[in-house]
C-alpha cells in the first residue's frame, strides 16, 4: 500500500505564497506521473498541475505564470510552489501519484493524499 504525507497548506493573504509538499511512501517500486489537485467547496474537484517522471509540466490556465510544480524522484515526493495567491485559489489541495507497486508488473495505479486546506483571505 502507499501513503501520501501533504504538508504545507494554510492561511495566507493575497498575493502571498505558500509551497505545498507531498511524500509518497510504502511498497514503491517506481512513480510515474505526479500532481496536485483541488476542490472548492460546492465545485468539482479540478486539475492544478502534474508533472512527468522525466519533469515534464501541466498546469490549469488559472495558475500558470503564478504555480510552479517540481519533484524530487529520490525522495518520491511533489511539490507546489504557489505565489502571487488570489481568493479564488482558496481549496483543499490533494497530492495524486501514480505508483507501481508490484515488481512483476509495469502497472501503476492511482493514489491521493487526504487534502490540505489552503485558505487565501484578509
Known amino acids: 500500500q502507499v501513503q501520501l504525507a501533504e504538508s504545507g497548506g494554510g492561511l495566507v493573504q493575497p498575493g502571498g505564497s505558500l509551497r505545498l509538499s507531498c511524500a509518497a511512501s510504502?511498497?514503491?517500486?517506481?512513480?510515474?506521473?505526479m500532481g496536485w489537485y483541488r476542490q472548492a467547496p460546492g465545485k468539482q474537484r479540478e486539475l492544478v498541475a502534474t508533472?512527468?517522471?522525466?519533469?515534464?509540466?501541466n498546469y490549469a490556465d488559472s495558475v500558470k505564470g503564478r504555480f510552479t510544480i517540481s519533484r524530487d524522484n529520490a525522495k518520491n515526493s511533489v511539490y507546489l510552489q504557489m505565489n502571487s495567491l488570489k481568493s479564488e485559489d482558496t481549496a483543499v489541495y490533494y497530492c495524486?501519484?501514480?505508483?507501481?507497486?508490484?515488481?512483476?508488473?509495469?502497472?501503476?495505479?492511482?493514489?491521493w493524499g487526504q487534502g490540505t486546506q489552503v485558505t487565501v483571505s484578509s
Open positions: 508533472i512527468t517522471v522525466g519533469g515534464g509540466t
Open positions: 510504502g511498497k514503491i517500486f517506481g512513480i510515474a506521473g
Open positions: 495524486n501519484v501514480e505508483a507501481r507497486t508490484s515488481i512483476w508488473t509495469a502497472q501503476v495505479h492511482d493514489y
